[in-house]
């Protein structure tokens, strides 16, 4: 089984800032998938980026990047430039790579993130 | 991006009754969707798999006899809540993935359900 945890419950940053959230992992897995989600008040899950373990370059998307470090299972996002409307939780997740059945998602316990003005 | 339907949105249901929410993916076809829990700032736990044309599977701790799953067709899952008590008070949230494993997983809008 494996397991995703996100140890700062809670983070806040000016507007306009840099912001990493921290997200460590553990699997015997060698193949599997990374996510970062995003849950706004609204509750709908939002993907904020995707990451495939045998991928060694860092995804990125606009204002979002992770780093990913294999080795050491830690996949943290960086938010660059925060904005009002980054205020959420967002959710580390991991999926294995199966060529059988499919499995769900594990989410870690989340961190809530809020942009002050 | 594909669409994931819930619903409902909200429900209140009286203690001992059932409800039934469904999950259907409105543009694509989904094999397996996923049901999820979520308590209050809490993170969001397997409960089953739901497959298309056959039985659910169940996380280890979830009641299959409580919670019901049925996945009739390619495009929508339903999850019956039996005997509902309030400790079955939570968000419910289902996801399908469309395409190849470990691609995107669209979620639905999610199931507030109260019990009272």
């Known amino acids: 089984a494996q397991t995703v945890t996100q140890s700062q419950p809670e983070m806040s940053v000016q507007e306009a800032e840099t912001v990493t959230l921290s997200c460590t992992y553990d699997?015997?897995?060698?193949?599997?998938?990374l996510f970062w989600y995003k849950q706004p008040p609204s509750r709908q899950m939002i993907l904020v980026i995707r990451?495939?373990?045998?991928?060694?370059q860092n995804a990125t998307e606009n204002r979002f990047s992770v780093n990913f470090q294999k080795a050491a299972k830690s996949f943290s996002l960086k938010i660059s430039d925060s904005q009002l409307g980054d205020t959420a939780m967002y959710f580390c997740?991991?999926?294995?790579?199966?060529?059988?059945?499919?499995?769900?998602?594990?989410f870690g316990k989340g961190t809530h993130l809020i942009i002050q003005p | 991006g594909a669409v994931v339907s819930q619903h409902p949105s909200r429900v209140i249901c009286k203690s001992g009754t059932s409800v039934k929410i469904e999950c259907r993916s409105l543009?694509?076809?989904?094999?397996?969707m996923f049901w999820y829990r979520q308590f209050p700032k809490q993170s969001l736990m397997l409960m089953a798999t739901?497959?298309?044309?056959?039985?659910?599977?169940?996380e280890q701790g979830v009641e299959k006899d409580k919670f019901l799953i049925n996945h009739a067709s390619l495009t929508l899952s339903t999850l019956t809540v039996t005997s509902a008590h309030p400790e079955d008070s939570s968000f419910y949230i289902c996801?399908?993935?469309?395409?190849?494993?470990?691609?995107?997983?669209?979620f639905g809008q999610g199931t507030r359900l109260t019990v009272v």
């Open positions: 543009d694509f076809q989904a094999t397996t």
């Open positions: 997740a991991f999926i294995r790579y199966s060529g059988g059945g499919a499995d769900g998602l594990t």
């Open positions: 739901s497959n298309e044309g056959s039985k659910a599977t169940y």
């Open positions: 699997t015997s897995e060698s193949n599997y998938y």
């Open positions: 990451q495939e373990a045998y991928k060694q």
């Open positions: 996801s399908a993935e469309m395409g190849a494993r470990g691609t995107e997983a669209f």
